[in-house]
């Protein structure tokens, strides 16, 4: 395995599981800690997935550069460009209508409870197939 293999494995695996942990672990939690309201809870939710947005951006943008310095087969560039393209429909297409609500929940409005929010989970899982994916033909590769 080159070595932009093995950074690319490595930073996949570990955007797998920043999205486990945060997005089916974390958030569904911290609505459940003594005391958190749903106010605080949005806040704290923002915070949170703007840092993973974040350093989801990252790692795809060095994953890209990983490869790009290994041959990697087509399998794992479709893999992990579909990882990409649903990282991008979440920041561009969900996360918008999630920070409308939360921006009206957090100011006091009652906002009706938004369908994007499932929309979001979705596409999680779907960047959690792909992601796994990507990173098991990495590893055989």
Known sequence: MSTGSAVATALTFVW???VLA???VEAPLKFRAPGVTLQIGLG???L???ALNSAEVLMAAAIGVALA????TVAVIVALAVAVGVLIVQLVG???????RSDAVLT???APRSHAHYVYVALE???IVALTVGGILLLSS
């Not at 969900?94 to 409308?100: E, G, Y």
Request: net charge positive; no cysteine; charged share 20%.
């Open 69 to 72: 310095l290994s041959s990697p």
């Open 44 to 46: 704290i939710g923002r």
């Open 125 to 127: 899982v779907a960047k």
């Open 22 to 24: 945060i997005s089916f």
């Open 16 to 18: 797998l599981g920043m």
């Open 48 to 50: 949170v997935f703007r």
């Open 94 to 100: 969900v996360r918008p209508r999630l920070t409308r």
């Open 108 to 110: 006091g409005q009652n």
